[in-house]
């Protein structure tokens, strides 16, 4: 494989997955772990992603602050957005966890919806800040300088301590079988405490994600009440997570 077919297809892995490891980069591309570091550390200094300890992040995901434009599939996510939307209702309490799509869903909230949020995110914060009729409640702990998302023991407790309507959750993989996965361990306890602490979870993801899993299981497909995904629910692509017991949008 010549080296420029190697940077699209890492930089593509990197816009889905918004984070990657270099060994996972190593093992899909039958190169050595060298190579992808070699590789990761030029499309880093080219801006067409972020290097990390022992992997990668897609700039789109680390620049949510300055309303990035640049971010992957954006079309996409905002029609996901837009379908979740029509699940919130006036008297709400909801929670919005982090990432590119939950950060559509958060810009999408009309200024006179008057709700209560939850979020584990400052960017989401931020934005939801700017609308009046809404009363954010931030969960705060350790911030992961990746995610920009509260990470570790006191945010689960907080967690626990809560019981919303809906709460929005994004995910890294998601497959039929083996459920919600990411390879950080420690956000994965949090969103098992987000799904504790929600009467019906809903989970947003593009399609692309869907089929492929990773290390750490977040919970099974059946926890989720909701996924909704850019493509009409009828669609062939889901046909597997139609026999599930799991509403689709």
């Known amino acids: 494989m010549l080296k420029e077919e190697r940077h699209k297809m890492i930089v593509s892995e990197v816009e889905l997955h918004n984070r990657v490891l270099l060994t996972d980069l190593a093992e899909k591309l039958n190169v050595s772990i060298d190579t992808i570091r070699r590789d990761v550390k030029e499309l880093d200094t080219a801006k067409q992603l972020k290097k990390v300890h022992g992997g990668a992040i897609a700039l789109g995901y680390t620049n949510l602050a300055k309303y990035n434009e ?12 837009t379908k979740a939307l029509s699940l919130i209702k006036p008297g709400h309490i909801i929670l919005i966890h982090g990432g590119t799509t939950c950060f559509e869903l958060a810009k999408l909230i009309p200024n006179k919806l008057e709700i209560t949020c939850f979020t584990t995110s400052p960017v989401v914060a931020l934005e939801l800040l700017r609308k009046k009729g809404v009363d954010v409640i931030f969960i705060g702990g350790r911030l992961s300088k ?25 995910t890294g993989y998601v497959d039929v079988d083996f459920g919600l996965t990411e390879f950080d361990f420690e956000s994965v306890q949090v969103k098992k405490a987000i799904v504790k602490s929600s009467k019906k979870t809903v989970l947003l993801s593009i399609s692309e994600k869907l089929n492929s899993k990773q290390r750490y299981k977040t919970c099974g497909i059946n926890a989720i009440h909701t996924m909704i995904t850019e493509l009409n629910p009828e669609d062939g692509v889901l046909e597997n997570f139609r026999t599930q017991n799991l509403r689709l949008l």
């Open 70 to 81: 640049n971010i992957y599939a954006q079309a996409d996510k905002i029609k996901i957005a």
């Open 146 to 170: 990746e995610s920009q998302i509260s990470i570790g023991a006191s945010v689960i407790l907080q967690l626990l301590e809560i019981n919303v309507d809906f709460s929005f959750i994004g």
